[in-house]
């Protein structure tokens, strides 16, 4: 009891126990943790009711802010399962010093959570970091070191050398290297990381390299590499990216391609690897100097991240962000996908600051919450992706914006079509009898009619026995074609639970409204009762939500999926793609007379004899390509091959190879051997033309004594000239900002809340309270489709505008330009122009065509100008322009949200108005 009481008042000197609630040592959960929620919630409760109509300065209040922080780390220890140890620790004096200081409190609360919720393991951590280093409380970087370990290592970090033994990093150790690191004069880390968040600094402690490792690739970095921008490169240069090593043991015998010894950095650099040898390399060496990193996945593929002081950006890659993910064994904060680092790290202290006033909202009774994080919390930092959870929660509790709503199974009783066994397709959707329908296939699918189009907010699918697919496709049809929504990935189990027998599945819907879906399943698996069926199916049902008027989202499930799992716009609009291979020229190392047969429909195929073999084709247009399919001839195929994307400055780059095919089956494809189809994934590299180089192949047995032979190639894409952006999204055009009335704030939040229907109103542009939240959007990200001309070579000045990485126009007269057609209506916000080396043109002069006539302005500062062209004229010699970057708004046929939220819900007549009228008053 004594004990206890003196905790309690060592932290909140007027806490007084209750009743004698808390009596003798022997605990189960931690008395001291219920406590202490019990005093704060008390104390917190009273106070913001006194203060709720000025909550945003009582957050950021000395005593607020630390009650707000204290409370959420209580919270998080209540799920302590040893309540025991858990008082232990409390029980401590460092403990209790650690607890009252507020920035420490801070950086463990708004640096991403941890996964596996060891808070115990955290604070445990923190107590023997403080013993081994008393003033750590005292230097600011030692304390956000210090945190991001014990935060990092609440989890296991396992040695990647010593990964198959399991061997822990040691962490007391991690934080002397790097504390000693930093204070070292010359530091070896880079400058940059001294200002790095807690957030960040995670990224760096947690390295899976050892210390030694680390020290290592300090020593053995070139200088040319020595810099937060071009670290992430240096590995390219010190591993050499192979397959098998010098006795010819494949990489993918694991262990044995290293002869079973340890995998450090060094072995790494002396044996080379294949990508995620590659990507893991590049992501020590960064973390090495202090920079974060960490590696992603991708698709068939492993890819690195670094954060150079600006922004994320992405490394040894094959797509974009849109479709990165977490790395097996990266620690997950917040729950989220890869691309939400790039969010995150543009929210600077918003963050916090919105994770008390999130805190002190739970406080408020439903209509005032509601008003509150709608007007104040998401407004201050609308990265935070739990605020609108809350928010969309709240909605769906309460019934604050519209009529509950009502969900219809939109298949039931539909008509059903079947790749085989027609004759039970109607029990897929029948409400009555109880079947199902199969088939001995080995790939099938499955189309649902609706009759009538609908949105889909979830999918459920039954599943017969245990012939469900390891691989499955749904795709929404559509009159322009049809639309891949949903894959394996995305499902869920259901709800209804069971074993494998008869297992259900979920699968979160999507936006766009469709007549028809149709599954296709690969990779079945054999029923155990000799019925020879690979799949089977009992029950497709497809919810759909009646809309509402008075609904200002189409459903909180859907829009949390949306904002916390996609963030980016969920579909691939495939109405534009075409196999853009058909039909076009092809060249090849030999039997050139059969070329042709690669991409024409007409049934024949070409081959060679020839021990290696490659194959070129022309698309006659610069395409982005979503997908490829290879048809083999025969058995004559290749076991190695590489595929290149020549882009339209005849630059070769490498985007597939053998390790990135999926075996598929088609109409013809014969037997699984012969005629084999396979799939590659398409690439983001802008593509003229194709090459394919083949190896290994196989002599066919009708003693034609060929090696290598291809019936077909398709080329599924979009001819650049008039695709969509096929939701890339470059890291460095992602965050890009615009100016409006003196605020500056990211709207890609809010811009997709907008695309997808998450808010109703008239066109034009976006604003809250004075900042713009919706269309800001770099230009750039839309230049790939506009026309650009120039005073000569006008296709190389394009590749400055259209292309991230830029281009290299060298214009030869002493008076040149470069005029981009923006396409309609925009406001030009800033035009940036990057060189080549130090030569700059003498003069350079930015021209806007507007409405009322041709505008002179300035490169390179923030401007407000509102056009359709933008022409830069350069006078000089010798020098290179690299990019051409113009930022600013698109005008969208969008939502507008004007002035205060109670102007935008009085005149769009909300349910909710009135509440939070009175709230606001």
Not at 124 to 142: A, G, K, N
Not at 268 to 293: K, Y
Not at 847 to 864: F, K, L, P, W
Request: net charge negative; aromatic share 10%; proline share 4%.
């Amino acid at each position: 009891m004594e004990i206890i009481n003196f905790t309690i008042l060592v932290l909140y000197p007027d806490f007084h126990i209750a009743g004698g609630r808390v009596t003798g040592c022997d605990f189960g959960m931690s008395d001291i943790i219920l406590a202490e929620i019990y005093h704060l919630q008390e104390k917190l409760s009273q106070t913001i009711q006194q203060n709720k109509h000025d909550l945003p300065n009582f957050c950021l209040s000395k005593h607020g802010s630390k009650d707000l922080l204290t409370l959420k780390l209580f919270l998080e220890l209540q799920k302590s399962e040893n309540g025991r140890e858990l008082n232990e620790i409390l029980e401590s004096v460092e403990t209790q010093l650690l607890l009252n200081n507020e920035q420490l409190l801070e950086h463990l609360m708004a640096s991403g959570g941890i996964e596996n919720g060891n808070w115990t393991r955290a604070l445990e951590l923190l107590t023997q970091i403080y013993q081994t280093d008393p003033q750590f409380l005292l230097h600011p970087v030692r304390m956000k070191i210090g945190a991001a370990v014990a935060l990092t290592f609440a989890m296991p970090v396992l040695s990647n050398a010593e990964r198959q033994a399991k061997k822990e990093i040691d962490p007391i150790k991690r934080y002397k290297t790097f504390t000693t690191l930093h204070s070292a004069s010359p530091s070896p880390l880079f400058d940059m990381f001294e200002g790095l968040s807690c957030w960040h600094m995670r990224h760096v402690v947690g390295s899976w390299a050892e210390d030694e490792e680390l020290e290592w690739a300090r020593q053995n970095t070139a200088e040319k590499f020595k810099s937060p921008e071009m670290i992430g490169k240096a590995t390219h240069s010190m591993v050499e990216y192979r397959s098998s090593n010098d006795e010819g043991v494949s990489i993918h015998a694991g262990p044995a391609f290293y002869n079973h010894r340890p995998q450090t950095l060094e072995l790494w650099s002396r044996e080379g690897g294949v990508c995620g040898v590659v990507s893991r390399f590049g992501v020590a060496l960064c973390q090495a100097h202090g920079v974060p990193a960490m590696p992603v996945g991708q698709p068939g593929h492993c890819a690195l991240t670094w954060y150079d002081g600006r922004q994320w950006v992405l490394g040894n890659k094959i797509r974009g962000w849109d479709q990165t993910r977490f790395h097996r064994g990266t620690q997950v904060q917040w729950g989220r996908p890869a691309l939400f680092h790039l969010l995150m790290s543009a929210t600077g202290d918003r963050f916090l600051e919105t994770e008390k006033m999130r805190i002190a909202a739970s406080f408020l009774e439903p209509p005032e919450r509601f008003a509150f994080l709608l007007s104040q919390v998401i407004p201050a930092c609308p990265q935070n992706y739990d605020t609108w959870r809350d928010l969309l929660g709240l909605a769906t509790q309460t019934q604050l914006i519209g009529p509950k709503v009502t969900f219809v199974d939109v298949a039931a009783g539909k008509p059903v079509s079947v790749s085989s066994t027609p004759g039970r397709a109607g029990h897929i959707t029948s409400t009555e009898a109880d079947g199902a329908w199969w088939t001995g296939d080995e790939s099938a699918w499955v189309e649902v009619d609706f009759m009538e189009p609908y949105t889909a907010d979830h999918v459920k699918i039954q599943w017969w026995g245990y012939s469900r697919p390891a691989r499955f496709s749904v795709y929404a049809m559509l009159q322009s074609g049809s639309s891949l929504v949903r894959t394996e990935q995305h499902q869920q189990e259901g709800e209804e639970g069971g074993n494998d027998c008869n297992k259900w599945i979920v699968l979160p819907g999507w936006v766009v409204q469709t007549r028809k879906i149709r599954i296709e399943l690969f990779d079945g698996k054999l029923d155990p009762w000799n019925k020879t069926r690979m799949f089977g199916i009992r029950h497709v049902q497809v919810f759909s939500a009646l809309q509402q008027e008075t609904a200002w989202f189409q459903r909180p499930n859907w829009a949390d999926k949306v904002l916390s799992d996609e963030i980016r716009v969920q579909l691939t609009d495939r109405s534009r793609l075409q196999n853009v291979a058909e039909d076009k020229p092809v060249r090849v190392s030999d039997t050139e007379d059969r070329a042709k047969k690669i991409t024409s429909k007409a049934d024949g195929a070409w081959w060679t004899c020839n021990d290696t073999a490659w194959i070129e084709i022309d698309l006659q247009n610069t395409c982005t390509i979503n997908q490829m399919k290879i048809h083999w001839w025969g058995y004559s195929k290749a076991d190695r091959f590489k595929v290149f994307a020549i882009t339209p400055d005849n630059g070769h780059v490498l985007v597939r190879t053998e390790e990135h095919q999926t075996v598929i089956a088609e109409e013809g494809g014969g037997d699984k051997n012969c005629n084999r189809w396979i799939r590659l994934e398409g690439w983001d590299t802008v593509t003229n033309r194709v090459r394919i180089e083949l190896f290994e192949g196989h002599r066919d047995p009708w003693g034609k004594n060929r090696l290598f032979g291809v019936r077909e190639v398709v080329l599924e894409g979009a001819v650049r000239e008039v695709a969509r952006d096929l939701g890339r999204c470059p890291g460095d055009e992602l965050l890009e900002v615009g100016k409006v009335g003196g605020d500056l704030l990211c709207g890609n939040v809010l811009e997709l809340l907008s695309e997808h229907g998450l808010f109703k109103g008239a066109s034009g542009d976006m604003t809250f309270n004075g900042a713009c939240i919706a269309t800001i959007a770099d230009l750039v990200r839309k230049l790939d489709k506009k026309s650009v001309s120039a005073s000569e070579d006008p296709s190389v000045a394009a590749l400055t505008v259209r292309l991230a990485e830029g281009g290299a126009w060298e214009p030869k007269a002493p008076k040149s330009w470069i005029e981009i057609d923006l396409g309609g209506l925009c406001v030009v916000r800033r035009v940036d122009i990057t060189w080549f080396g130090n030569e700059q043109a003498s003069e350079t002069a930015l021209v806007v065509e507007t409405a009322s006539g041709n505008e002179v302005i300035s490169c390179g500062r923030d401007i407000c100008v509102v056009g359709k062209k933008v022409r830069i004229t350069f006078s000089g010699n010798g020098f290179v322009v690299n990019r051409v970057k113009i930022s600013g708004q698109e005008f969208y046929n969008k939502t507008i949200l004007r002035d205060t939220v109670k102007r935008y819900l009085k005149d769009h007549s909300f349910v909710a108005s009135k509440l939070i009228e009175e709230y606001l008053r």
